[in-house]
């Protein structure tokens, strides 16, 4: 039996009180101190330069989007989010003087102190230009490195020197100010996406795309799923905010409605024969006589399409919550031939149970489970599991967002049938009459 030398058993030690202390001064996630491993340095800062500013960045304005998301996903956006923070202090507008932080442990709220240009004490105005030329930046570095928008709100504030006071406190109290403005800010915005999307209602002014789902063994186009998107370049672009939005002002029914009209007036132009057309519905949705009862019944019949041409897909949060009255109009409609999809399996609601008593026609795999499989042996484990479930209760399997061949590959060769993603082929655009653009 060897035994370890002193000097060893020593650095092990001091090597693991290293790792525990590290634990709590940095988030592991985001790789970015907390604020109370940089106070020091703050103070070193307000103490040389007798100014010094704060800027508080806030991701987490919309506590749905880690709900529907689930937390895997929302730690991937974080991650992003600090990539593109510390992309800052390489590419400018921070330099050395400049500190980031997270504001604790897991958290979704960031911290800018700022020391500013020169060796000048930094003013109100100036700070204010500082805070917005880091916002267009950060907007850009993050239009870089992430695959879809992420939303963020910040407010400012001076710290002063002030030599009765804790810096501890001084920063507090610019910390609550910076963090009163952020919440203005996002107020405000929120009013103003508010009333455009009761104009995108009113006017009917938003995109239809088709994307296409594909057998991986023929490359055929068994169906299409459809997605909403509002005005390019807008606020209301992105479809997850979107339909968010609509949620928290109670305008999701009539939104839900409109994109339904939508897509099953698009839906008689573009579906060739045999191809059935993959509509996303929420969960409240499901409760809506128009959405998912005799309303929609109608509606579809209205525009020519047999029950067996639509599929629902149901986000696996909603089978996840398995709320009876939701499980009655999934069996009614499955009972007059419509087709019920499961949307987003592994994205972290999973409930195997739940998914077993909705007997799904279909089962898509989320992005997130997809992404770079060919490299992750978890990720084709989790995947083979989910396959042979699928298998086992009659359902179609779907690998969503396929970027790579390679990714194609992978889930084709784990008995996967049916993919959609861009390397498959892109969402097109149907305009106004049914029409379709690239």
């Known amino acids: 039996m060897t035994t370890q030398a002193p000097e060893s058993r020593d650095y092990f030690r001091l090597r693991a009180e290293w790792l525990r202390f590290k634990n709590h001064v940095v988030d592991a996630n985001t790789e970015l101190p907390i604020l109370a491993a940089v106070i020091d340095e703050v103070r070193r ?187 390019v370049g807008t606020p209301l672009e992105d ?48 409760t809506d006589p128009e959405v998912a009862g005799a309303g929609f019944v109608r509606l579809v019949e209205s525009h020519g399409l047999a029950h067996r041409d639509v599929v629902l897909e149901i986000n696996e949060r909603v089978a996840f919550e398995g709320r009876p009255d939701y499980g ?23 409930s195997l149970h739940s998914v077993v008593e909705m007997e799904p026609d279909y089962m898509k795999f989320d992005v997130s489970l997809v992404r770079n499989i060919d490299r992750s042996l978890i990720k084709r484990s989790l995947l083979e599991t989910l396959v042979e479930l699928a298998e086992k209760i009659g359902a179609q399997v779907v690998a969503e967002g396929i970027e790579a061949e390679s990714e194609m590959q992978a889930v084709r060769d784990m008995g996967v049938r049916l993919g959609q993603g861009r390397f498959l082929a892109s969402p097109r655009l149907i305009a106004d009459g049914g029409s379709l653009r690239s």
């Open 45 to 231: 800062l307000v103490e040389e330069r007798g100014t010094a500013g704060l800027v508080y960045i806030d991701v987490g304005g919309d506590p749905q989007v880690e709900a529907v998301q689930g937390w895997l996903a929302y730690d991937e956006m974080l991650r992003t989010f600090s990539r593109a923070l510390r992309s800052l202090t390489v590419e400018g507008p921070l330099g050395a003087q400049d500190r980031l932080a997270a504001l604790s442990i897991r958290s979704d709220k960031f911290l800018v102190f700022l020391g500013g240009p020169g060796s000048g004490a930094l003013d109100a105005p100036g700070l204010a230009a500082l805070a917005t030329h880091l916002r267009e930046r950060l907007t850009q570095a993050l239009a870089r490195e992430a695959p879809a928008p992420i939303p963020f709100h910040d407010g400012h504030a001076l710290l002063h020197r002030e030599p009765m006071l804790r810096t501890e406190r001084l920063i507090h109290r610019a910390l609550d100010a910076a963090m009163l403005m952020s919440r203005r800010r996002r107020s405000t915005d929120e009013d103003l996406r508010a009333r455009g999307l009761q104009a995108l209602i009113e006017t009917g002014g938003i995109s239809t795309f088709f994307q296409p789902i594909v057998d991986l063994r023929t490359l055929a186009v068994p169906g299409h799923e459809v997605f909403t998107r509002g005005p």
């Open 239 to 286: 479809a997850e905010g979107l339909f968010a939005l609509a949620e928290r002002t109670g305008r999701l029914g009539e939104f839900e409605r409109l994109c339904r009209v939508r897509a099953l007036g698009g839906a008689r132009h573009h579906l060739g024969r045999g191809q059935k057309l993959f509509l996303n519905t929420s969960a409240r949705a499901l």
């Open 328 to 350: 009655a109009v999934l069996r009614e409609l499955k009972r007059q031939g419509f087709g019920i999809a499961i949307d987003d399996m592994g994205a972290g609601y999973s």
